[in-house]
């Protein structure tokens, strides 16, 4: 590594404290802390925000190479069929998922196995810097179609096509499943409990 290369690294990785992403937190998620679905998250079991620095993703860090019935792209199906099935991963994303929402898919033979919402989380400073940001959302494989690599795929796709949009870091928001995101390289960096940051 190139001793320029090796600076550029370190100073990322100081780019931004611990009070500085708390900062951007909770100027993504005004008034979190105050919402009694997050004062229900017990100080035992705290929650993870992740984020990925889109400079540093390299796309080679996980692959997984599918037949043709395996496909990418947006839902452009019916609403109420998409919100029956992300019923079936987590009930309560269903008032997530309307007529706007922009929902990134992988499909098999047609039907769908694996969803997600590609979000934009606006342009924030962060010291000097602005950093646009987006991420996936609700992120889920319905049960039959997983442990096949489909959901990351996926993800992995989403990140770049949020890095070829433009955003400086994609954002994964409220997680437990931080190794499974750590296989792309997102990284904790904030946890959070109902009584405020870990
Ligand atoms: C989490 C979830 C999306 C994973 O979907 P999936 O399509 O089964 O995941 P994949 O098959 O793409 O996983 C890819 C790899 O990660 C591994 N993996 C799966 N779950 C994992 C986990 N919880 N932690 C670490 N690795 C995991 C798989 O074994 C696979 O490994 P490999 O390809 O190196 O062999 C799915 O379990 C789900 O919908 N859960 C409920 C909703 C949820 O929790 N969503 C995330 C909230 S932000």
């Given at each position: 590594?190139?001793?320029?290369?090796i600076?550029?690294?370190q100073?990322k990785?100081?780019?931004?404290?611990?009070?500085?992403?708390?900062?951007?937190?909770?100027?993504?998620?005004?008034g979190?802390?105050?919402?009694?679905?997050?004062?229900?998250?017990?100080?035992?079991?705290?929650?993870?925000?992740?984020?990925l620095?889109?400079?540093?993703?390299?796309?080679?860090?996980?692959?997984?190479?599918?037949?043709?019935?395996?496909?990418?792209?947006?839902?452009?199906?019916?609403?109420?069929?998409?919100?029956?099935?992300?019923a079936?991963?987590?009930?309560h994303?269903?008032?997530?998922?309307?007529?706007?929402?922009?929902?990134?898919?992988?499909?098999?033979?047609?039907?769908?196995?694996?969803?997600?919402?590609?979000?934009?989380?606006?342009?924030?400073?962060?010291?000097?810097?602005?950093?646009k940001?987006?991420?996936?959302?609700?992120?889920?494989?319905?049960?039959?179609y997983?442990?096949r690599?489909?959901?990351?795929?996926?993800?992995?796709?989403?990140?770049?096509?949020?890095r070829?949009?433009?955003?400086?870091?994609?954002y994964?928001?409220?997680?437990?499943?931080?190794?499974?995101y750590?296989?792309?390289?997102?990284?904790?960096?904030?946890?959070?409990?109902?009584?405020?940051?870990?």
């Amino acid at each position: 590594m190139e001793v320029n290369q090796i600076r550029n690294s370190q100073l990322k990785e100081n780019l931004a404290t611990k009070e500085q992403y708390e900062a951007l937190f909770l100027e993504m998620n005004p008034g979190y802390f105050e919402r009694d679905y997050v004062k229900a998250i017990p100080e035992d079991e705290p929650a993870s925000e992740m984020m990925l620095d889109l400079d540093d993703f390299d796309e080679d860090i996980y692959s997984k190479s599918f037949g043709d019935e395996v496909t990418f792209g947006y839902y452009d199906g019916d609403i109420d069929k998409l919100r029956e099935n992300v019923a079936r991963v987590v009930p309560h994303w269903t008032q997530f998922f309307g007529e706007q929402s922009r929902v990134y898919c992988a499909f098999v033979n047609g039907e769908l196995a694996s969803f997600c919402q590609i979000q934009d989380f606006g342009e924030h400073m962060v010291g000097d810097t602005k950093w646009k940001i987006g991420g996936p959302g609700c992120v889920g494989t319905l049960p039959e179609y997983r442990d096949r690599g489909l959901g990351l795929s996926m993800v992995k796709n989403v990140t770049k096509i949020l890095r070829d949009e433009h955003y400086d870091h994609c954002y994964i928001h409220y997680t437990y499943e931080t190794a499974w995101y750590g296989k792309l390289g997102y990284k904790t960096f904030v946890s959070w409990s109902g009584k405020g940051f870990v």
